[in-house]
């Protein structure tokens, strides 16, 4: 497995320019984790995983609380697929934020260090893509869930 992922330079892309590289690397390929579960991707997603918040006190908007375009989240989305295809990758149950518990649909996948991708089960080896991010702040917490499988 290429553990040397390809960064991208978010600088080098229009905000549109970048959502065309998402749907076309992801929305319109079928992508496999490397235990054979397909993950969907849609373009909805974009803005969950490449956005953050200009503000962790205040958020600007109750309901869409993203509120920039994260170059850091940026550089690492052709991480995604070579993280969901890695089999080192720590794979650990995902948590529910809203019920405040592990949700076993939920798998995080663990790649170089701290980078997470969270995908849910939706069927017989068939899942969604939540989210992907550095999670430098939370990786230790990620990492005391239980192991998937």
């Not at 969907?40 to 375009?69: G, M, T, V, W």
């Not at 649909?105 to 663990?110: F, G, L, S, T």
Request: hydrophobic share 35%; glycine share 2%; net charge positive.
């Amino acid at each position: 497995m290429n553990l040397e992922y390809k960064q991208i330079i978010a600088h080098n892309y229009s905000e549109e320019e970048l959502r065309e590289l998402w749907r076309t690397e992801y929305c319109q390929k079928e992508i496999y984790t490397f235990d054979d579960i397909r993950v969907k991707f849609f373009d909805s997603n974009f803005d969950h995983a490449f956005y953050e918040s200009s503000s962790r006190k205040q958020r600007p908007n109750r309901h869409k609380y993203k509120d920039i375009l994260s170059p850091r989240r940026v550089s690492r989305m052709l991480w995604i697929k070579d993280v969901l295809a890695d089999p080192t990758a720590d794979l650990r149950v995902g948590y529910d934020n809203k019920k405040r518990a592990l949700n076993p649909k939920k798998r995080v996948a663990i790649s170089k260090g701290d980078y997470v991708v969270i995908i849910e089960m939706t069927g017989e080896k068939k899942a969604a893509f939540v989210t992907a991010f550095v999670a430098d702040n939370s990786i230790e917490k990620i990492k005391q869930n239980p192991h998937w499988g």
